[in-house]
């Protein structure tokens, strides 16, 4: 003979309408599918790599306008700079036009300092940039992608860089390959500036910022302050942010992300918790006659109360426990293809435990007034109930 | 009819007790000035027209309900004057409630029914087990015991519900209208019970009824009228 606990009147009063549960269980599972993949996403899509330190300096009016190269040694004699470079961003192709890689023209010594704590260059790779003018290190992830090779010779179409002949073809020859720390991008080419620059026609010996590294035990915002002062009222003013800062705002050019997620998944969260709620307090009508004969064969109100709200906190982790199997298998998936777009598309502990908050305080949202409603119903109304 | 209000262990005395109900905008008086006395061990047959209070008598001696005025004694609990939580705790010690429509919980077995009290209870798994085990065949439903309420006759839930007002072994049955969602030979087996938990277990019941041969059962035949019992001995 088996016997029961208080586990077995939850269990089986779930399992009494299976359809119903499974569709609350996958509801709550869709939506907390949703909220696990964009939340990844919107992570990954900021990089999780970003650095405070790290000062990015660009045209004041916009991110992508030019700087005068010339500012590079007016920043260097800055006194609390540790290390200062430039860098000449642009969107490029390979091959097909939508096969899009990032491309970066820096002067190499300068430029790997500055990003030497994120990424692994050879030694080697970084000497022979140094001599190969039309030299690239290329990141491991576009290299693998593509089968790129040490010595070989790729050509990429840019957006930014256009040549004197009005060609925006550039050839560049692989001399290293880097590693990204840890979940750093490494879907871009390296490219030595001197030779774009040479071999451009427009914009020549500007660039589209510089990196700066503070020197040690120097506040950030005096640095921040001093550069911009320094070019104030200048014909290109500047703009100096954190990294961090700069990427967001870099990423907000193109969509605000984090606000798209926080939309989609609002709406996926208010519908569920509707639908829950709604189907919970129905649920709980029901079988008000049975909470009546609990109260009448001794259980608390606290049990009655806590009983719904075991119920609906065991659909919620039902659902959550769903879509993270459901996520943890989908993003691999979606990981490689979206790696241009989204460098670290990865499902991290954080965003796992930000989403176990959550599904408790959905679970307390939706159940708190079916229970309060089950808790305070008297034992002689509940019974009189059809 | 004893109307004092002398209180014997475990006996129930009811005094000067006043309930009203508020029907729309109108009050409506069920008891003005109830008083009487159910000694322990006695199998009372509480029997009147409909809308005359005979559930709601039950409800109050139950504590499932409250007195509007006066007091309900339980031996020397007082419990009129309980609050919620422990009235919930003093009815599960001490009172099993049998329904007319069994009030089975549907998802649970029948077995699992009659070990629900029991979770109210320091007993032990096994020792709910053995509990169980005994109240099944006491009732005659051991071969039932895995059954689902909707998989079992109307005589026999009625039996479940029995075995479940007993699982806590209370001092105090309170059944209301018993018998009367069963058929004849049902409810002659459901009434038989009753007597032998009166009369070998020492059970206090009283019952609820409609029915002259359910009131016959008892020793005694409480008539409510207009809010006062006029007292007849069973037959």
């Not at chain 1, 967001?248 to 996926?268: E, P, S, Y």
């Not at chain 2, 008086?29 to 209070?53: E, K, R, Y």
């Not at chain 2, 919980?105 to 109210?120: C, D, F, G, S, V």
């Not at chain 2, 009824?209 to 059962?217: I, L, V």
Request: proline share 4%; aromatic share 8%.
């Amino acid at each position: 003979m088996s016997t029961m606990n208080r586990f077995t009147l939850l269990r089986r009063t779930m399992a009494r309408k299976p359809t119903r549960s499974v569709l609350l269980i996958t509801s709550i599972a869709i939506a907390f599918f949703i909220y696990l993949v964009l939340t990844s996403f919107e992570h990954g899509f900021l990089g999780g790599q970003v650095d405070s330190e790290r000062l990015i300096v660009t045209n004041k009016v916009g991110d992508a306008l030019p700087l005068p190269i010339s500012y590079y040694d007016k920043i260097l004699a800055l006194p609390d700079i540790a290390v200062a470079t430039y860098m000449a961003r642009s969107r490029a192709t390979y091959r097909t036009p939508t096969n899009f890689l990032g491309l970066t023209a820096v002067e190499p010594l300068s430029f790997a300092t500055f990003i030497g704590d994120q990424y692994d260059i050879p030694t080697d790779a970084l000497a022979r940039f140094g001599e190969v003018r039309n030299g690239a290190i290329v990141g491991r992830s576009i290299a693998s992608q593509e089968g790129w090779a040490l010595g070989q010779t790729i050509t990429l179409n840019t957006s930014n860089f256009v040549k004197t002949d009005g060609s925006s073809d550039f050839e560049f020859t692989i001399v290293g390959i880097l590693d990204g720390r840890q979940s750093a991008d490494t879907h871009f080419v390296m490219a030595r500036y001197d030779y774009i620059n040479t071999e451009r026609g427009t914009d020549r010996d500007t660039v589209t910022g510089f990196g700066i590294l503070p020197k040690r035990n120097v506040r950030t915002d005096d640095v921040i302050d001093s550069v911009d002062t320094l070019f104030a009222n200048s014909a290109y003013e500047t703009r100096t942010r954190t990294e961090a800062e700069f990427m967001k705002a870099f990423i907000a050019q193109f969509a605000d992300i984090a606000t798209i997620v926080r939309l989609v998944v609002g709406v996926a969260f208010i519908t569920i918790l509707m639908i829950v709620a709604n189907t919970m307090f129905f649920a709980i009508r029901e079988r008000t006659k049975e909470i009546g004969v609990l109260k009448v064969l001794g259980f608390s109100r606290l049990f009655v109360l806590g009983n719904v709200l075991a119920e609906t906190f065991a659909l919620f982790a039902a659902g959550l426990g769903l879509a993270l199997g459901l996520a943890l298998a989908a993003i691999p998936f979606l990981r490689e293809p979206l790696r241009t777009v989204v460098p670290d598309l990865t499902l991290t502990p954080a965003i796992i435990v930000e989403a176990t908050a959550l599904a408790a305080l959905l679970a307390l949202v939706t159940g708190v007034a079916p229970a309060f409603n089950a808790m305070r119903v008297p034992p002689n109304a509940a019974l009189r109930e059809r | 009819m004893d109307n004092s209000t002398s209180a014997p262990d475990d006996g129930i005395v009811i005094d000067n007790v006043r309930k009203n109900y508020r029907i729309g905008k109108n009050a409506v008086t069920i008891f003005s000035d109830l008083t009487m006395t159910i000694d322990a061990g006695d199998f009372v047959a509480i029997v009147g027209p409909s809308g005359s209070g005979k559930s709601t008598l039950l409800n109050l001696i139950g504590g499932i309900d409250r007195p509007d005025g006066g007091d309900i004694n339980f031996g020397h609990a007082r419990i009129s004057r309980m609050s919620e939580s422990a009235l919930t705790k003093w009815r599960g010690t001490n009172v099993g409630f049998v329904f007319q429509f069994y009030n089975l919980m549907p998802m649970l077995t029948a077995e699992q029914n009659i070990e629900l009290p029991l979770l109210l209870t320091s007993l032990t798994a096994r020792q709910r087990r053995e509990r169980v085990e005994t109240i099944l065949s006491l009732v005659g439903l051991a071969d039932r015991r895995k059954h689902l309420p909707s998989e079992l006759s109307g005589g026999q839930q009625q039996r479940v519900g029995i075995a479940r007002a007993l699982a806590s072994d209370p001092k105090l049955l309170l059944c209301d209208e018993p018998t009367g969602d069963l058929d004849r030979s049902s409810a002659e087996e459901v009434l038989a019970m009753l007597r032998i938990l009166n009369a070998e277990l020492g059970k206090t019941i009283i019952m609820v009824t409609h029915d002259d041969m359910a009131a016959r059962s008892a020793k005694r035949v409480l008539r409510l009228n207009k809010g006062q019992f006029v007292e007849r001995e069973a037959a």
